[in-house]
């Protein structure tokens, strides 16, 4: 394993800041773990494993060592008549394995195709969307963790999912993840709920509906409504859609009766981006950053904005967020 020396993150985070590692590093064997700590990485705070960096905004250097991971493999390691399951290393790319997937007709995670991510990124921040999250086919996540230097099996309940959360993200800097492991069904089971993926697939007006006739649909919404990652930067939704309960949102559909709500068990998720366009934000731009003009969720750098500009205006979104609604926005993605 070669260490550099002062090596931009540019290429390494999807806002397309250019900033600086002090350490950079790949890891592309299990045993590169042992070097690491021979160096003695992980005596200090200043760590940080990377997958695509999709979900993180640098507001300066990084003065530590980051580390890319680059494990790759797909191992299948259980079948039935009924299922499949699949160990899948964290290097190896979402969206590739989603399709990978999908052609072989296997079901689960064809609502998730095109998100950008690693395998191992993906369960860190549940990684969701029309109607489907990660943690409906995890079964155990392998990884290194770093207090006990031992390597672990995490059950599903282990990895404590939540939305947009896990025990990844919560203790963030103590687990290398190695490995995830799906369960898919080679039974077709669909959930096209969601309003655009239902009316994208009778357009298609076929028989029978595959996994890969969702997958396909999802990326054409994906391309529609949110940036493309060679071409402005961003990392998806910046905050995410905040939880109220039942009676705050009675007295918000009073005051506000457009508002846009998901019912959930006990209380009320909201639409953030609804939320961010009534405040005025959506296709905003002040010199390198902006509000991206389909989807208020995201903040887009125009190309040479900094860390320092981007929260800046996430400040700037939160507090009128919280003046005309008195919500308080908490931020999806990771600020460093
Ligand atoms: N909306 C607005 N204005 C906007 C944006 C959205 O009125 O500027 C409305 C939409 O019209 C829609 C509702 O808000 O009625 C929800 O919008 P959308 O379907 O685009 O989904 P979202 O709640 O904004 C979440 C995820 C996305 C995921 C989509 C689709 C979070 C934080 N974001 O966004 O995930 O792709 O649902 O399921 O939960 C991500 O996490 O990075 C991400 C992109």
Redesign the pocket.
Known sequence: MIVQEHVSLKPYNSFGLDVNACYFCELQERRDIALLQERKVFDTESYLIIGEGN?ILFTKDFEGYVIHNQLRGIEIIEETTDTISLKVAAGEDWHAFVLYCCEKEWYGIENLAY?PSTVGAAPV?N?????TEIKNTVTTVEAYHIPTREFVTLTQEQCKFG??TSVFKDCAKQYIILSVTFQLSKIPQLNTT?K?INEALRALDSQSTKALDVANVVTQI?KR??PEPSELGS???F???PVVSKARYESLKNQYPAI?SYSQENDVKL????L??QCGW?GYRQGEVGVYD?????LVNYGHATGQDILALARKITASVQQKFEIDLQT?VNIL
Do not use: H, T, V
């Open positions: 979900n998100i921040q990684i969701g969307a029309y109607g939305y947009r969601y655009d994906r409504k949110l990392a998806g939704s905050f995410k859609n846009i639409a953030a981006g609804w961010i366009e959506k389909k989807q208020s969720l995201i999806e």
